[in-house]
């Protein structure tokens, strides 16, 4: 109404000031009027122009960020130690080094009081033995009592016992190679050539195949408000921090949650098998988005979703193209994109351009569409 009024005034306004006959004035007004009512139909039929994209419903995750280290958990990794006192003759490995089983990782000489005691059980065996035989020939002729013949035969069960236990512990004359017990990677090696390492010290540290042995091998940091939504196998992936190495991405699963938060991070540990990558050598500081809660939603660009006072709403647009508000309720927020629960219409896109200028039932014009 205001265009035609305005319209209608600036028709007039363009009349030449003065005496108008009667029919000239008819014939002004009705120009005049015509003109205002074109506007006022110019003004009804305006349109947005907007920018839209399909939407669809698929399986969409919550993503939890974390933070942590490619190291080896206490389930990959044994130490290397020995019962009895060695002596550190040969190097053959070094810090970091990949090893497949049976890979020599070091020689190393006992100590003579480890050989001595092995010596000594197996003299004592020897004398057991011989010492039941006689016991037993003594018994049969009624020269030994049969608690003779028993103490005879306890000294031999001890014997034999205490050689047992040494051969276990498998210290001998000369010279012994220690072998890689497993494929793995050498995570620490404790001792140099020429160091004398007591009974049960660590002389290194290995740490066994992942993929083979399917255990953790990222150990991550989550904020203990959101770790509850985290579940063993969710898909986590996981990158590098370094710069140079930031683009490249491996995925992995979740292997535990912690069941308690770390006094020192304050923070819920959670570990992950992740496969073997170039960029992900033990050590490595990375950054992890864990894969939480995966659902069935709408799928919508982030630009799509407005809200006001009543909720979050987005726009679609029918085949008439008009605009049609469609109140939804966001479930996950996956950065550029939201996961959205609605009566959406099927097959119709989203706006997600120009939709600030939009109202229930106005007609649009799709950008690069008809």
Not at 30 to 36: D, F, I, K, Q, S
Not at 141 to 155: E, G, I, P, R, V
Not at 176 to 197: I, K, M
Not at 317 to 331: F, Q
């Amino acid at each position: 109404m205001t265009t035609n009024k305005r319209a209608t005034t600036n028709c007039w306004a363009k009349a030449v000031p003065g005496v108008l006959s009667l029919g000239q004035a008819v014939v002004l007004g009705l120009t005049c009027l015509l003109a205002g009512l074109s506007g006022s139909a110019s003004a009804q039929t305006s349109t947005v122009s907007v920018s839209t994209l399909p939407v669809r419903q698929a399986v969409i995750a919550q993503p939890v960020s974390a933070y942590g280290a490619v190291s080896a958990s206490g389930a990959a990794v044994q130490s290397i130690t020995l019962p009895y006192t060695v002596r550190v003759a040969t190097l053959r490995i070094a810090p970091g080094q990949r090893v497949a089983k049976g890979t020599p990782l070091m020689d190393v000489v006992a100590d003579a009081t480890a050989t001595l005691a092995r010596d000594q059980a197996s003299t004592a065996l020897a004398a057991a033995r011989r010492d039941l035989t006689h016991t037993k020939a003594l018994y049969d002729a009624h020269l030994a009592t049969q608690s003779q013949l028993d103490a005879a035969q306890k000294t031999l069960d001890d014997a034999t016992q205490a050689e047992a236990v040494q051969q276990r512990v498998g210290a001998t004359n000369g010279t012994q190679t220690l072998r890689a017990p497993f494929d793995g990677v050498v995570v620490q090696l404790n001792a140099g050539q020429g160091d004398q390492v007591p009974a049960g010290t660590a002389l290194g540290v290995l740490a066994r195949n992942v993929q083979r042995a399917q255990v953790p091998n990222v150990v991550l940091s989550v904020e203990p408000s959101l770790a509850g939504s985290i579940r063993p196998g969710d898909v986590v992936e996981v990158r590098a921090i370094a710069a140079n190495l930031s683009g490249q991405t491996v995925s992995g699963k979740v292997a535990t949650i912690g069941a308690a938060i770390d006094p020192i991070t304050q923070a819920v540990v959670v570990t992950a098998i992740v496969p073997e990558s170039p960029t992900l050598i033990p050590g490595t500081r990375v950054s992890a988005s864990i894969q939480t809660q995966p659902a069935q939603h709408w799928v919508v660009p982030r630009s799509a979703v407005l809200r006001d006072k009543d909720g979050a709403y987005l726009y679609q647009v029918d085949g008439l193209h008009r605009a049609h508000r469609i109140a939804v309720r966001p479930k996950v927020d996956a950065g550029d994109k939201y996961g959205v629960d609605g009566e959406l219409l099927k097959g119709a896109p989203v706006v997600v351009a120009g939709n600030y200028e939009l109202t229930e039932g106005m007609t649009v014009t799709i950008a690069g569409g008809n």
